[in-house]
């Protein structure tokens, strides 16, 4: 038996104003006068002083601002990337990602795509990157994706979506200012937030679970709990928690894996673009014969905050839809070991796929 040897996130900065400590700790990092520290932005806060007269941009810093309204694709990183190189004097000192899981993954991916030939579809799968990217740092600006801590950033190429998983995919420095998180809208909120209570739920009741991914799981589920069920806590509060739970999450699944949500929701992310966060939460109201007592508490959670889920997605889908989505979803071949054990493949068939997905 040998175990794995996992990288973690070397150095973190926690504290509510902290996103004010960015310039110093970017000042010790620069390599040169000509090796910019590009931002990635996510373009909700374009215009928005309060995020971008904080950072002091010197030299050739550039700030490029990024839609998130689609999760990020391999092309977008190949000419994010291309556009960097062409604009740099020199190889840039750092990128740094703020945003959501959406932009994080975008500033993990296109750190690696500096330093590794090719394009990113080339090392969507697990340890095909081969050198170290550049200096990167993760901000988040909502909580649940664990995208800041994890080891993966997770592309749609044009064959698949699959993450870039990699020991050098994860930031090197991170910061935790839970003031960023405060104006995100209600419902997003919760998507992203389920994210890390589903991330908890697969992660806890799976067979790959082993004691360092549990320890973080039930840490980040009483959380969720705490935070989703509870009537008692003050907003300061509630946003620091969330954002440690999306951590502790984070951390568990990085020694563990998830499971049957994430499977099928990649499926529907692959073919209808439906976002990472609902995605989840439209399949995992379907997945009680899984996860009876998380769904339970879950649909508790969607009534206390009065979630209306889209229903009916894949009402009018034909045949050869059903098929891509169903073969996104199998071949996550992990996810479905994880969930259900080595053999998995006697009890998920298509049929049950396409069974599943037509409740949703
Ligand atoms: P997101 O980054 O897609 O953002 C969701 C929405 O919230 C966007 O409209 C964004 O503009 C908005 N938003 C973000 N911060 C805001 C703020 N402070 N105020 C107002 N609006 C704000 O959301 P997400 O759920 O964090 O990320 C989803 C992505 O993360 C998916 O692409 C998914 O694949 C990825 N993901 C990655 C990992 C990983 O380990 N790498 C894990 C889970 C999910
Ligand atoms: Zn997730």
Redesign the pocket.
């Given at each position: 038996m040998s175990y794995k040897n996992f990288p973690m996130v070397p150095r973190v900065i926690f504290g509510r104003g902290s996103f004010n400590q960015l310039n110093e700790v970017l000042a010790l990092k620069r390599l040169s006068i000509n090796a910019p520290f590009i931002f990635l932005i996510?373009d909700?806060f374009k215009g928005n002083p309060w995020i971008t007269s904080r950072i002091s941009l010197s030299y050739d810093d550039r700030i490029i601002f990024v839609s998130?309204?689609e999760?990020?694709k391999t092309s977008q990183v190949d000419s994010l990337v291309e556009d960097i190189i062409l604009k740099s004097k020199e190889r840039p000192s750092g990128i740094i990602g703020i945003?959501?899981?959406?932009?994080?993954?975008l500033a993990k991916a296109v750190s690696i795509l500096i330093t590794n030939d090719g394009e990113a579809a080339d090392y969507q799968g697990w340890d095909l990157v081969k050198n170290p990217a550049i200096y990167h740092v993760g901000i988040p600006?909502?909580s649940?994706?664990?995208?800041e801590v994890?080891r993966?950033?997770?592309l749609t190429g044009p064959e698949k979506k699959l993450?870039i998983n990699s020991d050098f995919t994860p930031f090197d420095q991170v910061i935790l200012d839970s003031e960023?998180?405060k104006?995100?809208?209600k419902e997003?909120w919760f998507?992203?937030g389920m994210?890390c209570y589903i991330h908890c739920i697969e992660s806890l009741t799976g067979t790959y679970l082993n004691t360092f991914s549990e320890t973080y799981g039930d840490m980040a589920l009483d959380l969720c709990k705490e935070i989703f069920l509870e009537n008692n806590l003050k907003d300061i509060e509630a946003q620091e928690k969330l954002m440690m739970a999306s951590w502790h999450g984070?951390m568990s699944i990085v020694y563990s894996q998830v499971g049957v949500a994430h499977a099928m929701s990649y499926g529907l992310s692959y073919l209808l673009g439906t976002?990472?966060?609902i995605g989840n939460c439209i399949v995992f109201d379907h997945l009680e014969e899984f996860y009876p007592e998380g769904v339970k508490l879950f649909k508790q959670m969607k009534a206390k905050h009065n979630i209306n889920l889209p229903q009916g997605i894949c009402a009018n889908l034909t045949d050869t839809e059903f098929n891509i989505m169903i073969d996104v979803a199998l071949g996550l071949e992990p996810l479905w070991e994880n969930a259900l054990g080595k053999n998995w493949k006697k009890t998920i068939t298509k049929e049950k796929l396409k069974s599943l997905y037509q409740k949703m």
């Open positions: 996510d909700v998130a309204k999760e990020p945003g959501g899981g959406t932009l994080l993954d600006t909502i649940g994706t664990g995208a994890s993966t950033t997770v993450g960023l998180t104006d995100v809208p997003q998507y992203t994210d984070g976002k990472h966060g």
